[in-house]
């Protein structure tokens, strides 16, 4: 079975940058695409930043410009730089890894304090 183990959430201060990374245990049949979803309290699950199999990326509209997506697929690995953190970025982040199948990492917290 393949598990996400991601890595890299915290505490900072708004303005401040952190980055995130999330490695599959083993390699993924047909994998098309890696991503970053995110959930703040209350709030549905929303995406941040997917990249697919063939390097084409979409932001989500509130972190186009601050947030970079970036992957190593030799090592079945995928990043997110965030930069310019605000407030309102604080949330669980998921990874998601899609191929055959849908993978979701654990959560890791992101709070970003004004």
């Known amino acids: 079975q393949v598990q996400l183990v991601e890595s890299g959430g915290g505490l900072v201060q708004a303005g401040g940058s952190l980055s995130l990374s999330c490695a599959a245990s083993r390699s993924i049949s047909s994998l098309n695409a890696m991503g970053w979803y995110r959930q703040a309290p209350g709030k549905q699950r929303e995406l941040v930043a997917t990249?697919?199999?063939?390097?084409?990326?979409n932001y989500g509209d509130s972190v186009k410009g601050r947030f970079t997506i970036s992957r190593d697929t030799a090592n079945n690995t995928v990043y997110l730089q965030m930069n310019n953190l605000k407030p309102e970025d604080t949330a669980v982040y998921y990874c998601h890894f899609s191929g055959t199948y849908a993978y979701w990492g654990q959560g890791t917290q992101v709070t970003v304090s004004s």
């Open positions: 990249i697919t199999w063939s390097g084409r990326i």
